[in-house]
């Protein structure tokens, strides 16, 4: 907190500049176009930071949607090969699981695709987490 005493000599020590200096001239409505082109520049400060930051957000939306459309592409590819691969599989070891299981073929394709499927789907994530974690290359 400013103490009184300094005040007071603050404000003496004013009203003896404007005793001893005379104020320069200004125009009458110098004040007016200070305030005007103060508020022009926030203005423009305002707008730029507006725009700028709707760039941002249009590139944010962009790169989400991509990555959206690669996730969904990657997932369909997933899902069509999952069935291709569990379709192909029974059909070539059906024969064979028949003179070996009897009427439990069914259910060892249905197991033998479930587990494909499941390699399938976490073969990219799992190489992925045994790279970081091992700095394999």
């Known amino acids: ?15 003896a500049l404007g005793r001893a200096l005379k104020p320069p001239e200004v125009p009458r409505d110098f004040h007016r ?17 507006r725009e700028r930051f709707e760039d941002e957000r249009r590139r944010q939306l962009q ?11 990657g997932t369909l590819g997933t899902l069509i090969g999952v069935a291709f691969v569990a379709g192909a599989g029974a059909a070539i070891a059906m024969p064979w699981l028949r003179t070996h299981l009897g009427i439990y073929a069914p259910i060892a394709i249905a197991w033998g695709a479930v587990a494909l499927g499941l390699a399938m789907v976490f073969q990219e ?9 091992f700095d394999i290359d």
């Open 125 to 133: 994530p799992l190489r992925q987490l045994l790279q970081r974690g």
């Open 63 to 73: 790169a989400l949607e991509a990555d959206y459309v690669r996730v969904r592409r």
């Open 1 to 15: 907190m400013t103490e009184p005493r300094l005040v007071g000599l603050d404000r003496a020590f004013d009203e």
């Open 33 to 49: 176009r200070v305030h005007a082109a103060l508020s022009r520049t926030i203005e423009t400060d305002l707008q730029s930071l």
